[in-house]
């Protein structure tokens, strides 16, 4: 059974970057489309970015596209977050998300995703 494990977050000035990892153990993440999704108390869980299976395609929420970016390592069976030009609307939760069905896409919708890491929050200060 696979464990995604997120790294990375903690407090940050707006305007300040931060990079999050998401680490697997138990099942390589080689050939399966990845996403990041973060959430606010009361909110369902929002779609910030994705990654198709071979790293060639990504795909970004309007309100981070230029500021973050998704890749990912299947050699460290890992995928990161770079996060820049933060803003204070950005802080929630944040976790990483894995597809195991085939398909060279990526996915927007939380339901579309089979397995979740844990998250860990992200605090953006004005």
């Known amino acids: 059974q696979v464990q995604l494990v997120e790294s990375g977050g903690g407090l940050v000035q707006a305007g300040g970057s931060l990079s999050l990892t998401c680490a697997a153990s138990g099942h390589p993440l080689g050939h399966y489309a990845m996403g990041w999704f973060r959430q606010t108390p009361g909110k369902a869980r929002e779609f910030v970015a994705a990654?198709?299976?071979?790293?060639?395609?990504?795909l970004y929420a309007d309100s981070v596209k230029g500021r973050f970016t998704v890749s990912r390592d299947d050699a460290k069976n890992t995928v990161s977050l770079q996060m820049s030009s933060l803003k204070p609307e950005f802080t929630a939760f944040y976790y990483c998300?894995?597809?195991w069905g085939t398909g060279g896409y990526y996915y927007k919708g939380a339901y579309e995703y089979d397995d979740w890491g844990q998250g860990l929050q992200v605090t953006v200060s004005a």
């Open positions: 990654i198709t299976w071979s790293g060639e395609g990504t």
């Open positions: 998300a894995v597809r």
